[in-house]
């Protein structure tokens, strides 16, 4: 049965979906608008929140959570591959979830900026990124209740991680300036020193992380609703 949680474990593997759920939960428990789910105890975890869900799943039922998913009609779903195909999903979008213990010490120094000034460097058309306003609150929230990172040189490149526990999630990286990548990649492992940072990255990105440290994990995926 799948029913209303209002506490979930902390993470005990890498796993992108459920880091993404407890990172989530982490900063808005208390706000009714978001919500969470498991199934039998922990088979399976939900979060739904501004129409997008996350599933996380292990040995759970699968048709319930097909059904589940069916009447909540979000407008995008995001798991592992292996997840969404039992699921039935046909038309989704795959990334490689990646890792790396955060290893490298230190304190690069980065640019203090304003939100607006960091979404500015994010919104490229490759860099899927919601509305200002919306990124602004999030982002802001977070960061107030140390659950987010940054690293930014104005104009040029910035990296955005959320995290929990010992794991932390890299949610956005922009480099307009060959070589700062790297930079900004290694600037948010040192901010994240002690965790294990994953990311979802595409097939032609691969090689990046690789030379920075990062290990293949497996498939996760997006699933968009069909716009009317």
Known sequence: MITLTDALPEVWAPNAE???????????????????????GGRAYISFASGDMTVFCENGDYEEIREFISVISPRSIFGSLDVLRTLGFKN?????????????????????????EIYDILNVKEFSLPEYPYFAVDFCRRLNRGLADYFAIK????????NTGNYALLNGIVSREKGLGTIALNAILQKNYGRELLCCCEEELIGFYEKNGFIKRYKAGYSCRQQA
């Open 92 to 116: 989704i979008h795959s990334v490689f979830v990646m890792s790396h213990k955060a290893d490298i010490s230190g304190n690069t120094a980065g640019d203090s900026l304003q939100s607006r």
């Open 155 to 162: 104009d040029k490149c910035a990296a955005v991680s959320f």
């Open 18 to 40: 459920y880091i993404r759920i407890k990172c989530l939960y982490d900063c808005y428990k208390d706000d009714k608008d978001v919500l969470f789910w498991q199934q039998d």
